[in-house]
């Protein structure tokens, strides 16, 4: 039970620290290292002291020691950085990648996976979160939302067997059909066809909102080029 | 639009105290920066966020006002001590004489009638 709530806590520093690191990419090397070293230090030193072991301990730490932007913008003496934009274009084209991607197969969706993981911008949970819904993205969607459509027809073949006479006219000497029962009931299929395609268009939408608010919150004014 | 004004305006106020409170501190002992965030926390309302106390402290070695001597501990890795430089001294009067004059004139400001101020 300690276990996952410890490595929880883990990757709730390490993510902190990762956009600590991301953020301060523009400082000089040593500038950085030295802010970098004290935050981590400060970290270590109040976990030791106070022993923080659940993730509500861990997100008070970092409150109090303010967000990674606010404490890059105290490098700078002032509240905004003059000139500072964020380019978030890599992660519209990795999430892009992952919803329309499929139209090129597997290479497409592959490429917006690949990219998702390698942005320091998304969080773990946006990382999985795109990687996870729907694989292969809209066109996945598309496909599972036909084929379900397709599954909760009843099917019915019919073979007879007889003569074609004289004018066309056919002597049915025996007929058998058989119909074939839907995977699912009509109801439950359209609703699950739904259900995939909402998740495919709005997953992405929700993962994009997400790391653009958090990009953009009222403590970190930025100018956002997408 | 006002409180947005003053939102913005208190950082501000807070960040110039904080450099003084920080000199004032390290003008009596070396410290490192995770004492000298404690004892800073101390008062409410110096300290926002503990996090800004770093940059400043690097801005600070920038400037020579503080300067820093690694130390063993006896819990961990090294600590980085600061202590007030002579220039960080020279600093400290000057802002403190400032403070003091600044801090008076904005108390005497606030305690006019109304109708004077807006005069």
């Known amino acids: 039970m300690t276990r996952p709530r410890k490595s929880r806590v883990e990757a709730i520093f390490a993510d902190y620290l990762s956009e600590l690191r991301l953020l301060s990419a523009e400082l000089a090397p040593t500038e950085r290292a030295e802010l970098l070293g004290a935050i981590e230090e400060h970290i270590a030193h109040v976990r030791s002291s106070t022993n923080v072991t659940d993730e509500a301990g861990a997100r008070a730490l970092l409150a109090r020691l303010g967000s990674p932007d606010s404490i890059v913008d105290e490098v700078y003496g002032r509240k905004t950085r003059p000139g500072r934009t964020v380019d978030l274009k890599p992660e519209r084209n990795a999430l892009l990648w992952i919803s329309l991607g499929s139209l090129l197969p597997v290479f497409g969706w592959l490429r917006g996976v690949s990219a998702v993981w390698e942005s320091a911008r998304f969080s773990r949970a946006e990382k999985w979160a795109a990687t996870l819904l729907v694989p292969g993205g809209l066109l996945a969607a598309l496909a599972f939302t036909f084929w379900i459509g397709a599954a909760t027809d009843v099917v019915c073949s019919s073979d007879y067997a007889g003569t074609v006479g004289a004018g066309g006219v056919r002597t049915v000497l025996s007929t058998s059909s058989s119909c074939t029962d839907p995977l699912v009931s009509p109801p439950i299929g359209f609703g699950l066809a739904v259900a995939v395609l909402l998740v495919a268009v709005l997953g992405p939408l929700w993962v994009w909102r997400s790391v653009r608010s958090r990009t953009c919150s009222p403590d970190t004014p930025h100018l956002i080029v997408v | ?119």
């Open chain 2, 1 to 119: 639009m006002e409180l947005e004004d003053t939102c913005t305006s208190m950082p501000q106020l807070r960040r110039g105290g904080l450099e003084l409170c920080v000199l004032a501190i390290l003008a009596n002992r070396a410290t490192y920066g995770f004492d000298l965030i404690r004892r800073l926390s101390e008062v409410d309302g110096v300290v926002a966020t503990e996090g800004a106390v770093y940059p400043l402290l690097a801005r600070l070695r920038r400037q020579g006002r503080v300067e820093t001597r690694w130390r063993e501990s006896q819990s961990g890795p090294p600590r980085r001590y600061y202590r007030l430089s002579d220039s960080g001294a020279l600093s400290l009067r000057v802002l403190k004489a400032e403070w003091q004059a600044f801090r008076d004139a904005v108390d005497a400001t606030l305690a006019m009638p109304e109708r004077q101020v807006g005069r």
